[in-house]
């Protein structure tokens, strides 16, 4: 297992922070390890503390009425669960479930906040990460109420490259049920959309990734949200 000082150095949150502040941090740190298919946390769950991965991934999803799960978010290792309504001081507004063996680190609420009081730089790292977390929901409900099938395929895969240093070859790291549960669509739909874009010459599926190689009209696909051809 690795050592939490090194999870949090190289965490989104907490990279770049004095040496001072890390050790403050790594004090408050709780393991927490899950199964893959563990719940975590439930749509409702009082927020009384967040998590960071530190190995493994999550996914935070939302169930209808009839039990149709949407996937809101894939959380992968660096990256936070649950510190909006943690800093809201409001419930857990949705489900989230390890997709794998998954190690957490845990942070209570009130010990977290006593611990940020007087420190700007670790204040203006989660307002960060807030922002961030706002402009994704955005782009994702954007997606899911204006754009067509292909137009959500070339927008994910845009952004996985962006985040994963702007390569030509992505790495989904999920299933394709869950890509197209993120997408808002069935794997049928999903298939046939990743099949026209291949005949296209816009991918190539390299097993459990994807080559881009029309950047352009992926792009394209993106902004008018359809196949233009």
């Known amino acids: 297992m690795k050592k939490t000082r090194d999870i949090l150095i190289r965490s989104q949150l907490f990279g770049g922070l004095p040496e001072e502040h890390i050790t403050e941090i790594e004090k408050i740190a709780v393991d927490k390890n899950y199964n893959k298919g563990d719940v975590i946390f439930y749509d409702g769950d009082e927020g009384n503390g967040f998590y960071l991965v530190a190995a493994g991934s999550v996914s935070v999803y939302k169930l209808s009425p009839d039990g149709k799960e949407q996937i809101l978010h894939i959380i992968k290792e660096s990256d936070t669960i649950g510190a909006v309504p943690v800093f809201s001081g409001k419930s857990f507004p949705a489900n989230a479930r390890a997709l794998s063996k998954t190690h957490l680190l845990f942070f209570e609420r009130k010990k977290f906040i006593q611990l940020i009081t007087g420190k700007p730089n670790l204040t203006m790292n989660i307002l960060a990460l807030l922002s961030t977390r706002l402009r994704e929901f955005t782009i994702q409900v954007e997606n899911l109420s204006l754009k067509e099938i292909p137009g959500r395929l070339a927008s994910y895969l845009l952004y996985l ?50 080559r881009l190689l029309d950047r352009e009209q992926l792009q394209e696909f993106a902004e008018k949200g359809k196949d233009s051809r």
């Open 161 to 210: 490259a962006q985040e994963q240093g702007n390569k030509d070859l992505v790495k989904l790291n999920i299933s394709k049920l869950q890509l197209a549960n993120l997408l808002g669509t069935g794997p049928e739909s999903l298939s046939r959309a990743l099949g026209n874009m291949k005949s296209k010459k816009l991918i190539a599926e390299e097993g459990a990734a994807i």
